[in-house]
C-alpha cells in the first residue's frame, strides 16, 4: 500500500542540511551523512504527535470501519517500536532560514549543505514529506485506515503478513506529520529502519542493509553516543555514488559565519567535492 508521504523530487530539486562548522567538516570529508534515533529528536513530541494524529484519524472513521480491526492496528502501532527503530537525517527546501540557523547550525556560525535531492534518494532510505496541516494529516492517515478496512473485507486471508506489513508501514509513516508550529521548516526526512532482534534475554539493533543504486547491500555498524544520560544509536552512511558525481551542489555559509566563500570554495575543491556553489546567507543576525 503505497501513502501520500514519500517524497519523490524533480531533477533539479535540492534539498539542504543545516549543521555546525565541526560536522561539516565531517560530512565533507568522511562524505559521510549521519542518521540518528528519531526518538532522540529536539522535538520531543516526535512520534507522539505522529500517534496523537492516528487517533484522531480513528475518531474519524470509526464507524465506517472494524472496530476489532481498528483495536488489532491499534496494538501493532503502538508496540512498533519492538520490531524496528527509525533513523532519520533531516534535510529543508529552504536554504536560508533564521529557525533553522538557530536550532541546528551553531546559532548562525555553521553551514547550510544543499544535497541534489535524487542523488540521496539512491540510498537505502525512505524519503519522507512531512506534513504540517493537522486537518490533512488526518485526512490522510483516516484514508489509509479505510483502505486497510476494505482489503481486510475481501481477504480471503484475514490478518494476513500484508495487513501487518501495512500496519507497520503506516506505524513508521507516522514521521512525515508534526506540529503545525514547526511549519516554515519545509522538512524532507530521509528515514532508514533498524531492526529489532532477541539477544540473550532480551533485544538488540540490527542493521539489515537494503539497496542502494538498485543494489542489495549491508547493513551498516551500529554505534551511540550520549545526549545527556539517554543512549542514542546512530549510523553514518557514504552519500558517495556508483556514478561517482558528488552529490553536493551548494554550501550556504550561516550568518554568523565568518569564513570567506573563497575559502570555503577552495576547501571543498581540495577534497575532491567540485563545482559546488557557496554563498553567504542574506539574514542580517547577530
Known sequence: MSFKRKYSPAAEDVIYHYCSAEVFNLICSKRNLRFCDLFTMNDSNEMHWGYSRWKAAVSAVYDQVDHELIDEMDKLISSSGLSGLPLISCFSRNNDLLSQWRAYADDGKGFAIGFRAKALLNLPVMPLEVLYDESKQRDEIAQVVLAINEEEKKSKNKRSECFFNSCYSLSFNLAAYKNPFFYEEDEIRLMHLLSVVESN??????????????????????NFFMKDSVPVAYIDMSFTSADSLNP???????PKNHALPTAISIYLETLGLGNVKVNKSNIPYR
Not at 202 to 207: A, E, G, Q, S, T
Open 201 to 222: 534475554d532480551f533485544l538488540k539493533l540490527v542493521d539489515l542493509g537494503g539497496y542502494r543504486d538498485g543494489v542489495a547491500v549491508p547493513g551498516e555498524k551500529i
Open 248 to 254: 553536493i551542489v551548494e554550501v550556504i555559509t550561516g
